[in-house]
């Protein structure tokens, strides 16, 4: 397909999907509710069989294929969502897969494109070099090339992440569906599969395209639209800058956690479908996407990938404006994080929340000098977690000893608590793992 797709082919391709694809439900999120002021609602992608929305585009794009393609098989460069997402999909279609991955791809996305049947090939450090050595192998084997995000066929699988939210959202005062749609944004595939999704539904505050392809006569009433809203790592805004621009800019992306949407430049077709329509486009950093999956877990029991939860990263920094009441939905695009990852970024998360506290302070070296230090955390109810007790230095005086903790508290109040009694004290205490504010 070299044009943007019907509104007719966008519905048949929704119901198309419903063959491989889980409906999701819609979550409320009463913790980000409170936290907002707003009522948000979350679309958790993560628990889709393949833990990403990735399958529906994949799916659909596969199964448009003339039967001889089929035949042949098909290929994709991914770093592990599209990956797992068009093995998938061309298990249930019965059509052969190669995928190719960069060599840093997490592991658990290599192993689980594997076990769904494709050939998995290593190459590269990037998606553009793995992308690269897809093409070369498209045209040694003859071979049919399934983009991540710029195809459009692609693009209206994606779409149905946007129908299901509207069907699924419960009314509000006559309301269609939530005030603001937040999307992760990588390529942009998803996010111009949606754009699509809202205007051919009438909920865009643009005309909607036809079965035919041309504009309705009765565009949605714009108080009644839906704010689309992409957030995209800031480390790797290609698609932001592209769209500020309004012509693709490519970059060489920052390392990011958000693997899944670290994208060097988005495609032309996304950008086709979003140039000149309605969108607000944000961009948080690496700390704040830490701290929303480590949000995530405690207060939703959702194990979200770094990509994934961008968009309540950016409600819980404060950069999406919503008035009291208003309702938002998040769309969680996928769950796929290695296990040592998490735990890395857990532990960064709490940090950052003031949930951890790693103090040092210097001791004169004699009996019951520690235990006089342990006695006010103890009065806190300070959690000590482990204690390094140094006695050596060159850089320590003679007759003293250099005490680290590490510490466990409830929050930022109380790390700030505890640094503020131990110098009350008299003791030097610098914080390694300062609250924000300290």
Request: contains cysteine; proline residues 6%.
């Amino acid at each position: 397909m070299d044009r943007p797709p019907t509104v007719a082919e966008l519905r048949a391709a929704a119901q198309a999907v419903g063959a491989v694809a889980v409906r999701t439900p819609l979550l409320r999120c009463d913790a980000l509710s409170r936290a907002t002021g707003a009522d948000v609602w979350l679309k958790p992608e993560n628990l889709q069989h393949t833990g990403s929305y990735k399958v529906r585009g994949a799916y659909n794009k596969i199964r448009l294929l003339p039967a001889a393609a089929r035949a042949r098989g098909v290929i994709t460069a991914s770093a592990g969502n599209h990956a797992q997402g068009v093995a998938l999909a061309a298990r249930r279609l019965k059509v052969p897969a190669v995928v190719v991955m960069p060599a840093s791809a997490p592991i658990t996305k290599v192993m689980a494109t594997r076990e769904l049947g494709a050939e998995v090939v290593l190459h590269g450090e990037t998606f553009e070099e793995a992308q690269t050595r897809a093409r070369t192998l498209e045209a040694e084997r003859g071979l049919t090339f399934v983009h991540p995000f710029d195809d459009w066929e692609v693009i209206a699988g994606q779409a149905s992440v946007a129908f299901e939210v509207l069907e699924d959202f419960p009314p509000a005062a006559g309301r269609p569906g939530p005030d603001a749609l937040i999307v992760p944004v990588g390529g942009g595939g998803l996010l111009a599969g949606i754009r699509l999704a809202l205007d051919a539904a009438g909920a865009g505050g643009t005309a909607a395209a036809s079965s035919e392809g041309g504009p309705q006569r009765q565009p949605r009433a714009p108080d009644r639209a839906v704010r689309l809203i992409g957030v995209q790592a800031r480390g790797a805004d290609a698609t932001v800058q592209s769209l500020a621009a309004g012509q693709a800019i490519a970059i060489e992306p920052a390392r990011t956690i958000a693997d899944g949407i670290r994208v060097g430049r988005p495609g032309e077709r996304p950008l086709q479908a979003l140039l000149g329509r309605p969108i607000e486009l944000l961009t948080v950093a690496d700390d704040d996407i830490a701290r929303a999956m480590t949000y995530l877990l405690e207060r939703t029991k959702l194990v979200v990938e770094p990509a994934g939860a961008v968009g309540v990263a950016a409600l819980l920094a404060g950069l999406v404006r919503l008035a009291p009441g208003e309702a938002a939905c998040v769309v969680l695009s996928g769950g796929n994080v290695d296990v040592n990852l998490l735990a890395r970024i857990i532990e960064h998360g709490l940090t950052r929340a003031g949930r951890y506290l790693v103090i040092r302070t210097r001791l004169d070296d004699r009996p019951g000098q520690l235990a006089q230090l342990l006695a006010p955390l103890a009065a806190m109810r300070v959690n000590v977690i482990d204690i390094e007790h140094h006695r050596a230095g060159w850089l320590l005086p003679v007759g003293q000893s250099d005490v680290v903790l590490h510490l466990e508290t409830r929050d930022a109040a109380h790390a700030r608590e505890i640094l503020a009694t131990l110098r009350a004290a008299g003791y030097a205490v610098e914080a390694l793992t300062p609250p924000r504010d300290e």
